[in-house]
């Protein structure tokens, strides 16, 4: 153990009358070693500061416990458990190995290298956890938060900062408002709770789900399922390896590249979806939606939209069902394959392609076709409310 007492006064004389008033104690028992600075009263004095400095070199395997205020702490090459409480003073804790638990106020704490699990509670600096093997729990405000290359599971509950997650092997919920979150190459499923600042998530081998108000959500290479419940909030991504789900408000939503089905509902706002696998729904107001490349049954609501959507890349029939009000549709199929036709509108016409062959049943009407495209197959039903509908190959 190395220790420097360090005092400044308005005197030497007092300086050094400070300085012996600062006993350190070293206590030797059954359970360990236990060191301890004990500060006089006179110490508190006007025009008086202080400080002690250690340097301690202890048996790498003995677990370690460290209370610290007002100074920083560097703990390397503890093969044990270690407990540190500190404040107004950065924290660094390198290649260790054990449980961690790290408690800061007003400093940095970082972790680089360790083989157990670490639990970080800090506020108002930075926090980073670096090439931990084992799991991360992190609580923080007001600092930045970056993880990478953990092997199990992280855990960040956090307010008004920017949270960074990359190469993490488990599960990873966060929890964050008023800053950014970004989650990369996560070989299991992602939770992000977010406000008022972007999500992006990119890489993740299992499920996604990202909720945020107030801001964007980016997304790209999903491995499994999405789910997607915003408001306030553009909706952005591609490539998801199941099923999507995406519910938003007042923001629009682009989605491509879904290997199963997709449902996209928000309002006020336009929606564009294309290469999507399975079935899709879309849902949406006073806002256009566009459409190509759906592999199943396609069904759109819309109130006040103009509604184009492009089935013509179907290899078989698909069912088709679009309904709005105050606004065109545009619907392109492919030629010779078989749908049963319905299309009715008001204060609007119908309008198909020739080559289609529409065979109808009934009056014809310019406002109304009930028919068969091809000697007819899967249900095509197209509703519209003053606007026009054009059925194109």
Avoid: W
């Avoid at 670490?118 to 670096?130: E, F, L």
């Avoid at 105050?326 to 030629?335: A, F, N, S, V, W």
Wanted: net charge negative; glycine share 12%; aromatic share 4%.
């Amino acid at each position: 153990i190395q220790a420097v007492i360090r005092c400044s006064a308005d005197t030497a004389d007092a300086a050094r009358q400070c300085a012996d008033q600062i006993q350190i104690a070293v206590e030797e028992n059954g359970s360990g070693v236990s060191v301890r600075t004990d500060y006089s009263r006179e110490t508190g004095r006007r025009n008086l500061s202080y400080a002690v400095d250690y340097d301690i070199a202890m048996p790498d395997t003995a677990p370690l416990d460290v209370r610290n205020r007002f100074g920083s702490t560097e703990v390397s090459n503890l093969h044990a458990s270690a407990a540190i409480h500190s404040g107004n003073g950065s924290v660094s804790f390198f290649n260790g190995r054990g449980r961690q638990r790290i408690e800061n106020t007003f400093g940095m704490v970082e972790v680089r290298k360790n083989e157990g699990d670490v639990t970080i509670d800090n506020s108002g600096s930075p926090t980073i956890a670096i090439d931990i093997t084992g799991a991360v729990e992190i609580t923080n405000q007001f600092g930045e938060v970056r993880v990478a290359n953990v092997s199990s599971k992280v855990g960040i509950h956090s307010s008004s900062t920017n949270v960074q997650v990359s190469n993490a092997g488990g599960p990873v919920i966060i929890s964050n408002t008023f800053g950014i979150v970004a989650v990369s190459d996560a070989q299991s499923d992602v939770t992000v709770q977010n406000a008022n600042a972007d999500i992006t998530a990119t890489g993740i081998a299992g499920t996604a789900d990202l909720r945020n108000t107030g801001a964007a959500i980016k997304f790209s290479r999903i491995g499994k399922g999405l789910t997607v419940h915003a408001t306030n909030a553009i909706v952005r991504g591609d490539t998801v390896g199941e099923s999507a789900t995406i519910e938003t408000t007042f923001g629009s939503v682009d989605l491509q590249g879904v290997k199963g089905g997709a449902r996209i509902t928000t309002g006020n706002s336009p929606i564009h979806a294309s290469g999507i696998g399975g079935e899709l729904y879309a849902k949406t107001s006073f806002a256009a939606i566009t459409i190509g490349d759906v592999g199943g049954p396609i069904t759109v609501e819309a109130q006040n939209a103009f509604v184009m959507v492009d089935a013509k890349t179907a290899r078989r029939c698909q069912p088709v069902s679009i309904l709005t009000s105050y606004g065109p549709i545009r619907l392109t199929i492919p030629q010779g394959v078989g749908y049963n036709v319905t299309a009715r509108t008001t204060f609007g016409g119908i309008h198909s392609d020739p080559a289609l062959q529409i065979s109808t049943s009934g009056a014809l009407r310019q406002d109304e076709i009930t028919g068969k495209i091809a000697g007819g197959g899967c249900d095509l039903r197209l509703m519209d409310q003053n606007g026009s509908i054009d059925i194109l190959r």
